[in-house]
C-alpha cells in the first residue's frame, strides 16, 4: 500500500532561517508526490507536485521539494522563512486505484515562524 | 463564486440528532471528494463521485454516514444519529477531469467543522 509519513508533527523555526519539512513515502511503483499547505481557517492549497519528470521541484512562495528514491523521501525545503509560511504542510501520495487517482495525506507537519 | 463552497462552515450538533453538509463544486468539475480531517490529523478519504455516480464509498466510517450528488454538481454529506467521535472538519474537493492522473489537483472548499457535543 502507498502511504506517506511526515517525521516531525511540529516545526519551529525563525523568520529568515531556512525551512525543512522532511516526509518518507512508501510505494510499490514510481508515486506521484504532492506537498499541500493549509492556512488556519482556509482550505487547502497546492505548494508543488512530482510526477517524475524533474526530481527538483520548485512550488509557490518559494518552496522546493526533491525526490530522492534511494532514500524513498521527499522533503520539502525554503530557503528563508516568512512569517506568512506559518501553516500546517502535508505531505500527500496520489494513489491510482478502481480506475481513478484519490489522495492519501500524511499527518502533517504544523510550522511556527517566530520574528 | 470561483472556488469550492461548503456550508455551513461551523455546525454544533447534540449526539444523536442529523447533520447535512452541503458541497458546491467548481462549475464544471468531474470528480467530487470528500475527506475527513480529525484535529491534528491529515485529511482521510471519504467517498468519491465521478459526476453522479459514486465509485467509491469505501472511506466512509460506518452506515450513518450518507453521501449522494444527484445532478452531478452540488453535493452532500449527510450523518446521522451523530457520535463524538463525529467531531471533525469535513473537506470538499473537486477536479475537471475524471482522471487525475498525475496532477493532482483537486481544488478544497475550506470545510464544514462539526462538532458534536
Known amino acids: 500500500a502507498q502511504s506517506v509519513t511526515q517525521l516531525d508533527s511540529h516545526v519551529s523555526v525563525s523568520e529568515g532561517t531556512p525551512v525543512l519539512l522532511r516526509c518518507n513515502y512508501s510505494s510499490s511503483y514510481s508515486p506521484s508526490l504532492f506537498w499541500y499547505v493549509q492556512h488556519p481557517n482556509k482550505g487547502l492549497q497546492l505548494l508543488l507536485k512530482?510526477?517524475?519528470?524533474?526530481?527538483l521541484v520548485k512550488g509557490i512562495n518559494g518552496f522546493e521539494a526533491e525526490f530522492k528514491k534511494s532514500e524513498t523521501s521527499f522533503h520539502l525545503t525554503k530557503p528563508s522563512a516568512h512569517m506568512s509560511d506559518a501553516a500546517e504542510y502535508f505531505c500527500v501520495v496520489n494513489v491510482f486505484s478502481g480506475g481513478y487517482n484519490k489522495l492519501i495525506f500524511g499527518a502533517g507537519t504544523r510550522l511556527a515562524v517566530h520574528p | 463564486g470561483a472556488g469550492v463552497s461548503q456550508s455551513p462552515r461551523y455546525k454544533v450538533a447534540k449526539r444523536g440528532q442529523d447533520v447535512a453538509l452541503r458541497c458546491d463544486p467548481i462549475s464544471g468539475h468531474v470528480s467530487l471528494f470528500w475527506y475527513q480531517q480529525a484535529l491534528g490529523q491529515g485529511p482521510e478519504f471519504l467517498t468519491y463521485f465521478q459526476n453522479e455516480a459514486q465509485l467509491d464509498k469505501s472511506g466512509l466510517p460506518s452506515d450513518r454516514f450518507f453521501a449522494e450528488r444527484p445532478e452531478g454538481s452540488v453535493s452532500t454529506l449527510k450523518i446521522q444519529r451523530t457520535q463524538q467521535e463525529d467531531s471533525a472538519v469535513y473537506l470538499c474537493a473537486s477536479s475537471l477531469f475524471p482522471r487525475t492522473g498525475n496532477t493532482g489537483e483537486l481544488f478544497f472548499g475550506e470545510g464544514s467543522r462539526l462538532t458534536v457535543l
Open positions: 512530482y510526477t517524475s519528470a524533474a526530481t
